[in-house]
């Protein structure tokens, strides 16, 4: 069982790094955009150029999703609390919501992809640290 808790910490760790990755592609987008010149050949340039990073995005948010099912895997194998795989499963949801407030073509609307992204990223800071399975605190909630 020890072996999945591990598991679960590495893997929420690289979920922790894919979102920073995360933040910083949707960033590079959107300077990329406002950074260039105000004239319609650079304005265009800038789009086409934006999109590299836009599509980084969308790739690593699917590899997100991927992760989040990996943990939640690894929550049942490792035996955590219900508490700990509810709110794994819970991560996955929002993840897929997130997906949801990207596609809707009402901009107010789906601007909430980047409040949910504020939820995303402290749930899953939660759950790794909460659970993590190494160092001096995690022998003693072993014994
Ligand atoms: C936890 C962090 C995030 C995750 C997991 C995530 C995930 C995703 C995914 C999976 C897509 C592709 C959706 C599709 O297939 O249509 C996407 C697109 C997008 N995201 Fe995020 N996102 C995050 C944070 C943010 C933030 C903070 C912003 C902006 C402030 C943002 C802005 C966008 C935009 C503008 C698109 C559309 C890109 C395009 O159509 O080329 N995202 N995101």
């Known amino acids: ?3 999945f808790q591990k598991a679960y910490s590495v893997v929420g760790a690289l979920l922790m790094l894919e979102f920073f990755a995360q933040l910083y592609f949707i960033a590079a987008t959107i300077f990329t955009i406002v950074n260039t ?3 319609a050949k650079d304005v265009y340039a800038a789009f086409k150029n934006a999109d590299t990073f836009a599509g980084l995005h969308a790739i690593n948010g699917y590899i997100v999703g991927l992760t989040i099912l990996i ?5 049942f194998a490792a035996r955590h609390p219900r508490r700990t ?7 996955f949801v929002l993840l897929v919501l997130q997906i949801v407030f ?6 107010t609307v789906a ?3 980047g409040l ?8 899953g800071g939660y759950l790794t640290g909460t659970n993590w399975a190494f160092g001096r605190r995690a022998e003693v909630a072993v014994t």
Do not use: K
């Not at 943990?71 to 929550?75: D, G, H, Q, R, V």
């Not at 795989?85 to 991560?91: A, F, Q, R, S, Y």
């Not at 949910?116 to 749930?123: Q, R, T």
């Open 1 to 3: 069982m020890r072996i």
């Open 116 to 123: 949910n992204a504020l939820i995303l990223v402290g749930l």
């Open 111 to 113: 601007a909430l992809h």
């Open 102 to 107: 990207a596609r809707i073509p009402v901009p």
């Open 37 to 39: 010149n105000d004239n």
């Open 71 to 75: 943990m939640l895997i690894l929550s």
């Open 85 to 91: 795989t509810i709110l794994t499963g819970v991560l």
